[in-house]
């Protein structure tokens, strides 16, 4: 029998905050499924945020919302979880909050697929401020391509890459894209290096996480979209162990301008770890329409349940996880009306 060694001393578990966030994406999803299909994204989104905020507010921390759903995005004059409000019980660690009570008002006006509630969280100061530029070219892979992909090779070199590594033809690559009009281009450059295209109907957030997850199909995901959903959609790449890459895009000079005075490179090619420092970082996500990802709320006598993933980057552990929600004693006891 072998000899009984002692182990080598390791820190004690810590708290995993990503499973009380869960609570919050929950939250705002259950609040914001009963305006699905109802064509008021006011309703939609008010339901949400209130949701969330009264949520997130029973959490022990001392968040700042450095990534909301503000006025840019509000529908009725009122500003949502703006950059700079201080949510979470005011105790505990310090976090950048990364908040987007409903990724596709859209999707949930029209009763379409991939309507989500997301919340990211790291420590303060460790997420990348996207105010200078509102948009992004981006590059989302899985961890067997993280060494194998660059957003500044052509899109052949990218696919032949990845056909190397996944032993297989180029026609066998499937690279994934938002049907957008404005990748109609990137499309063509596609084909033309000889893969094969999957349009996604999500947002991008939702993208870039069926990207960076195994066996989902989806080998490569390149497009652009919003610096601020690049940021959160990083948090979760980061859990996954898979790459972003994302080039700033500005609009006009005075994008290019802020830039500049941020100390920003515009041809600077962004990774993970440049937009999300750190691995003590939570990402968490909840349905609230069915989806790639997750299903959608789903409503019983008296039940709501939900489909939800919550991440940690320092583990690597990937939950996923359906709920059932008695409403009844909810509505005892929580500041959310869920009815």
């Given at each position: 029998m072998a000899p009984i060694t002692e182990r080598a001393a390791r820190p004690a578990p810590d708290r995993n905050l990503a499973l009380e966030l869960v609570r919050v994406t929950e939250a705002?999803?259950?609040?914001?499924?009963?305006?699905?299909?109802?064509?008021?994204?006011?309703?939609?989104?008010?339901?949400?945020?209130?949701?969330?905020?009264?949520?997130?507010?029973?959490?022990?921390?001392?968040?700042?919302?450095?990534?909301?759903?503000?006025?840019?995005?509000?529908?009725?004059?009122?500003?949502r979880l703006a950059r700079g409000e201080l949510v979470g019980e005011g105790t505990g660690a310090a976090y950048d909050i990364a908040a987007d009570p409903v990724d596709g008002i859209t999707f949930t006006t029209k009763g379409l697929a991939n309507a989500v509630s997301v919340l990211a969280v790291a420590p303060r100061g460790a997420l990348f401020d996207p105010s200078a530029c509102?948009?992004?070219?981006?590059?989302?892979?899985?961890?067997?391509?993280?060494?194998?992909?660059?957003?500044?090779?052509?899109?052949?070199?990218?696919?032949?890459?990845?056909?190397?590594?996944?032993?297989?033809?180029v026609e066998d690559v499937t690279v994934g894209m938002l049907a957008r009009p404005h990748h109609e281009e990137r499309a063509r450059e596609v084909r033309d290096a000889?893969?094969?295209?999957?349009?996604?109907?999500?947002?991008?957030?939702?993208?870039?996480?069926v990207a960076a997850s195994p066996q989902t199909g989806i080998d490569l995901l390149i497009g652009s979209g919003g610096t601020a959903e690049s940021v959160i959609a990083a948090c979760a790449v980061k859990c996954l162990g898979g790459t972003l890459q994302g080039t700033p895009a500005p609009a006009d000079g005075p994008?290019?301008?802020?830039?500049?005075?941020?100390?920003?490179?515009?041809?600077?090619?962004?990774?993970?770890?440049?937009?999300?420092?750190?691995?003590?970082?939570?990402?968490?996500?909840?349905?609230?329409?069915?989806?790639?990802?997750?299903?959608?709320?789903?409503?019983?006598?008296?039940?709501?349940?939900?489909?939800?993933?919550?991440?940690?980057?320092?583990?690597?552990?990937?939950?996923?996880?359906?709920?059932?929600?008695?409403?009844?004693?909810?509505?005892r006891y929580s500041a959310v009306d869920y009815q």
């Amino acid at each position: 029998m072998a000899p009984i060694t002692e182990r080598a001393a390791r820190p004690a578990p810590d708290r995993n905050l990503a499973l009380e966030l869960v609570r919050v994406t929950e939250a705002a999803a259950m609040a914001t499924g009963r305006w699905v299909g109802r064509n008021d994204p006011a309703g939609a989104l008010t339901a949400a945020v209130e949701a969330m905020r009264a949520m997130i507010g029973t959490v022990e921390m001392a968040g700042t919302v450095v990534i909301g759903d503000g006025p840019d995005c509000d529908t009725d004059g009122e500003v949502r979880l703006a950059r700079g409000e201080l949510v979470g019980e005011g105790t505990g660690a310090a976090y950048d909050i990364a908040a987007d009570p409903v990724d596709g008002i859209t999707f949930t006006t029209k009763g379409l697929a991939n309507a989500v509630s997301v919340l990211a969280v790291a420590p303060r100061g460790a997420l990348f401020d996207p105010s200078a530029c509102a948009r992004m070219d981006v590059l989302v892979a899985g961890r067997e391509a993280r060494e194998h992909v660059d957003l500044r090779q052509p899109v052949r070199d990218n696919v032949q890459r990845l056909a190397k590594v996944r032993q297989c033809h180029v026609e066998d690559v499937t690279v994934g894209m938002l049907a957008r009009p404005h990748h109609e281009e990137r499309a063509r450059e596609v084909r033309d290096a000889g893969a094969r295209i999957r349009f996604l109907t999500g947002g991008e957030v939702t993208a870039a996480i069926v990207a960076a997850s195994p066996q989902t199909g989806i080998d490569l995901l390149i497009g652009s979209g919003g610096t601020a959903e690049s940021v959160i959609a990083a948090c979760a790449v980061k859990c996954l162990g898979g790459t972003l890459q994302g080039t700033p895009a500005p609009a006009d000079g005075p994008e290019l301008a802020r830039l500049q005075d941020a100390g920003i490179d515009a041809e600077a090619v962004l990774d993970v770890d440049d937009l999300v420092r750190g691995d003590d970082v939570f990402f968490v996500l909840t349905g609230i329409t069915d989806g790639e990802l997750v299903r959608g709320v789903r409503y019983g006598p008296d039940v709501a349940t939900t489909d939800s993933l919550a991440m940690r980057a320092r583990s690597g552990t990937v939950r996923r996880m359906q709920s059932d929600h008695r409403l009844d004693r909810l509505a005892r006891y929580s500041a959310v009306d869920y009815q």
